[in-house]
């Protein structure tokens, strides 16, 4: 009963006034960034970041926006799918399949409206999951020590390249780059100034915002001028849309499916939307057997993937808000955002900060029917808006990155943080070496050193506490499988997922 | 397939590494005397790890994607050096001018008429300063366009 409580006064804090304007600026901005090639929900969330942190909102509202961008971009994603053939994040890479064929037979329409509400559907079903597990994996959490912790933060490490990653070696070289950049700075526990080489800016550390804007926006756009993408793409006409009833009864069960998959693959260490959209197109195909028309344009084809991924991104705040451990890119970024605030993220969120918690649970419930309304009849606008090339589109979103880093410290200095992070960012993109572990790295390094330090106080210096309990012994076991695995079940899931993506 | 890239990354870490823990080394015992857990564990243990994945790139690396040549690394060359001057000017010029400068480059070099780009790095700029400065009263430098402020 009090989780009920805890979410009425969610509902209070989310249904604000200015709170609610906000969400709506969030998940207009966020579809807004979901559709634009290129310009994934990270990307969009971290840009934001600084500009939440400037406006001086209080943490509740910028939480909010931002989730509303989170899931807005979500909702997003599924329109460059549809209209270009080009998914706008990864996970909407699957809606690809049955979207653009239908686009093609001029139904284009209705595959927006289609999605829109399979979107829906999997984003709500994900989130009454977020609000029934969280509470009590957040009770759960209360028990670990800080051995347990320390081994917690390993295995989000080494989930994070996912099963589908390429190279684990590269995941961890990945984290090890940015649990190093976390370590610069004045040592919190003994005032040892470590790495600065005597210069003040280097006292308090690299902000990691800065780090996240350059290593995302900065280097899209060295990436769009080396693929000379600048002129975008051609675009399928919009038709009248004509929907009935029927069609939406008809993708009904479809949706219930793969919201559900999605949020499991959501709150899954190494799942994500990505396999939560594959595992939930796939299994749609064959539950539907002799009946399904997929890959020619079928409207549960579109509909499957999208409540799968947008399950996922509701499932993924799951670990993020009671464990303080994000499983995905953008999640990072939020966490990003919190530790911004000086929320310490974890359990104790749930009961110290529980309006922040359940006012962001709420406006998630809140944003989705927002989105809902907002991307049936304004669908025309995002049109409008992702036909703009991106040779200004690009340029524009440096402008803003520049503008959010520049008014947090006025310091020019930052800047050219910001350009070197885009730069190096492009290169580890390059090496094909993963982002987000470098930022989980920043973001988590100061909690996992901390959390060492306390388990070794404890015990006195002796190694062994950190593999001494049940439940840490389990957290590396499922580490050492999360290295592991990819390895073995990664060339395979990869390649059917490859062949999945190939209408044959 | 070149898997020079992954090499030549593997031994460029490797050093940082090496680097990283030789300095983790220097710091001096903090105050109180030596504890399990000092400044220099946890660095420590990050060179190490470090180190072995650098090991393993060098040893199996994975086939590299090939670098921007010629005209399209020039373009990137360029567009990194248009970040840097947008920043070394941002102060002194103002934010409109700079704006207007840097990314109508921006646009221009990506593709769009130069007059257009230029004409969109001005208004976006425009757009921006007012909201800035007026709607959330954060200013931005007002540069070589001071003048007008006062009017």
């Given at each position: 009963m009090d989780t009920l409580n805890y979410l009425i006064d969610g509902f209070g804090v989310a249904l604000a006034p200015h709170n609610l304007m906000f969400a709506l600026m969030g998940a207009f901005l966020g579809t807004l960034i979901g559709a634009l090639p290129g310009l994934g929900p990270a990307n969009g969330v971290a840009i934001l970041i600084p500009l939440a942190f400037t406006l001086g909102l209080r943490p509740e509202t910028a939480l909010i926006m931002l989730t509303a961008v989170y899931a807005g971009a979500m909702y997003g994603g599924r329109i460059s799918s549809i209209l270009l053939n080009i998914p706008g994040d990864e996970p909407a890479m699957m809606t690809c399949l049955d979207g653009y064929p239908m686009a093609r037979q001029g139904r284009a329409a209705e595959a927006l409206a289609i999605s829109a509400v399979a979107s829906f559907i999997g984003s709500l079903i994900a989130t009454v999951g977020l609000i029934l597990l969280a509470p009590l994996l957040a009770r759960f959490a209360l028990t670990f020590g800080a051995a347990e912790y320390f081994a917690l933060f390993v295995l989000a490490f080494a989930t994070l390249g996912g099963i589908t990653g390429k190279n684990p070696v590269k995941t961890i070289l990945a984290a090890a780059l940015g649990l190093m950049i976390a370590t610069v700075g004045i040592d919190l526990s003994t005032g040892?100034?470590?790495?600065?080489?005597?210069?003040?800016?280097?006292?308090?550390?690299?902000?990691?915002?800065?780090?996240?804007?350059?290593?995302?926006?900065?280097?899209?756009?060295?990436?769009?001028?080396?693929?000379?993408?600048?002129?975008?793409?051609?675009?399928?006409?919009?038709?009248?849309?004509?929907?009935?009833?029927?069609?939406?009864?008809?993708?009904?069960?479809?949706?219930?499916?793969?919201?559900?998959?999605?949020?499991?693959?959501?709150?899954?260490?190494?799942?994500?939307?990505?396999?939560?959209?594959?595992?939930?197109?796939?299994?749609?195909?064959?539950?539907?057997?002799?009946?399904?028309?997929?890959?020619?344009?079928?409207?549960?084809?579109?509909?499957?993937?999208?409540?799968?991924?947008?399950?996922?991104?509701?499932?993924?705040?799951?670990?993020?808000?009671?464990?303080?451990?994000?499983?995905?890119?953008?999640?990072?970024?939020?966490?990003?955002?919190?530790?911004?605030?000086n929320i310490t993220p974890g359990p104790l969120m749930f009961t110290q900060n529980a309006d922040v918690v359940w006012g962001v649970i709420a406006a998630l419930l809140i944003g989705n029917f927002l989105l809902l309304v907002l991307n049936i009849p304004l669908v025309g606008v995002f049109v409008k808006l992702l036909s703009v090339p991106p040779?200004?589109?690009?340029?524009?979103?440096?402008?803003?990155?520049?503008?959010?880093?520049?008014?947090?410290?006025?310091?020019?200095?930052?800047?050219?943080?910001?350009?070197?992070?885009?730069?190096?960012?492009?290169?580890?993109?390059?090496?094909?070496?993963?982002?987000?572990?470098?930022?989980?790295?920043?973001?988590?390094?100061?909690?996992?050193?901390?959390?060492?330090?306390?388990?070794?106080?404890?015990?006195?210096?002796?190694?062994t506490i950190l593999w001494s309990s049940p439940l840490s012994i389990t957290l590396w076991a499922i580490a050492i499988a999360g290295l592991v695995l990819p390895v073995i079940v990664g060339p395979i899931l990869r390649r059917r997922m490859k062949a999945g993506a190939q209408p044959d | 397939m070149l898997r020079l890239n992954d090499r030549v990354f593997g031994l460029l870490m490797l050093a940082l590494a090496v680097a990283y823990g030789w300095g983790a080394q220097q710091f001096p015992e903090p105050f109180g005397g030596g504890e399990a857990v000092g400044p220099k564990t946890f660095p420590t243990i990050l060179a190490v790890v470090l180190a072995a994945c650098s090991l393993y790139l060098i040893v199996r690396p994975d086939p590299g994607n090939p670098w921007p040549k010629g005209r399209t690394a020039l373009e990137m060359l360029i567009a990194v050096a248009v970040l840097i001057a947008?920043?070394?000017?941002?102060?002194?010029?103002?934010?409109?001018?700079?704006?207007?400068?840097?990314?109508?480059?921006?646009?221009?070099?990506?593709?769009?008429?130069?007059?257009?780009?230029?004409?969109?790095?001005?208004?976006?700029?425009?757009?921006?300063?007012?909201?800035?400065?007026?709607?959330?009263?954060?200013?931005?430098?007002?540069?070589v366009l001071a003048f007008v402020e006062g009017s």
């Open positions: 040892v100034q470590r790495f600065t080489f005597g210069t003040l800016e280097l006292y308090e550390g690299v902000d990691f915002i800065i780090a996240i804007v350059g290593l995302f926006a900065v280097s899209e756009l060295l990436v769009f001028i080396e693929e000379k993408a600048g002129a975008g793409r051609e675009m399928i006409k919009v038709n009248k849309l004509s929907l009935k009833w029927k069609d939406i009864r008809e993708i009904l069960p479809t949706s219930f499916r793969g919201g559900v998959i999605g949020f499991i693959s959501g709150v899954l260490p190494g799942a994500g939307a990505s396999l939560g959209s594959f595992i939930s197109y796939t299994l749609e195909k064959r539950i539907l057997g002799s009946k399904n028309r997929f890959g020619e344009g079928d409207s549960r084809g579109v509909a499957a993937p999208e409540s799968g991924n947008n399950g996922a991104s509701s499932g993924a705040l799951v670990p993020m808000l009671t464990l303080g451990v994000p499983g995905s890119g953008t999640t990072a970024v939020l966490l990003a955002m919190l530790i911004s605030f040779m200004y589109l690009l340029p524009m979103v440096t402008m803003v990155a520049f503008v959010g880093i520049y008014s947090i410290s006025h310091s020019p200095v930052d800047l050219y943080f910001m350009v070197a992070f885009g730069v190096a960012g492009y290169v580890l993109r390059k090496l094909e070496i993963p982002l987000v572990p470098v930022i989980l790295g920043m973001l988590l390094g100061p909690e996992v050193e901390k959390n060492l330090r306390h388990a070794m106080q404890i015990s006195d210096g002796d190694w | 947008y920043t070394l000017i941002l102060e002194p010029v103002g934010f409109i001018v700079a704006t207007m400068l840097a990314i109508g480059s921006l646009c221009w070099r990506m593709g769009a008429p130069p007059l257009r780009a230029y004409l969109s790095g001005l208004i976006g700029g425009i757009v921006v300063f007012a909201l800035f400065n007026y709607l959330l009263e954060l200013p931005l430098p007002w540069g």
